[in-house]
Nanobody
């Protein structure tokens, strides 16, 4: 059974930082591209950042220079370090594991940026 479990969300003031984690089980983690997506109320789910199986990364323009995605294959975990958070970063953040055959999502973690 595949499980992706996100953690690390919460309430933070503008300009603050958070680090999200996504622990994976039931897959050969190193073979998967891992991504972070977010969905704000009433909006579609959008890509935030992705890291491939060979650790190439790509970011949405809105988070470049503020967010960093990384992975630890020994711990089957992907991280999203978020700095200089803005109110518009408020959303549910989802972890995704994908490869040619196989596509899995976590349950999401809420991030709220507010004073």
């Amino acid at each position: 059974q595949v499980r992706l479990v996100e953690s690390g969300g919460g309430l933070v003031q503008p300009g603050g930082s958070l680090r999200l984690s996504c622990a994976a089980s039931g897959i050969i983690f190193r073979d998967y591209a891992m991504g972070w997506y977010r969905q704000a109320p009433g909006k579609q789910r959008d890509l935030v950042a992705i890291i491939t199986s060979v650790s190439s990364t790509n970011y949405a323009d809105s988070v470049k220079g503020r967010f960093i995605i990384s992975r630890d294959n020994a711990k089957n975990t992907v991280y999203l370090k978020m700095d200089s958070l803005k109110p518009e970063d408020t959303a549910v953040y989802y972890c995704r594991a994908s490869r040619l055959v196989g596509d899995y999502w976590g349950q999401g973690t809420q991030v709220t940026v507010s004073s």
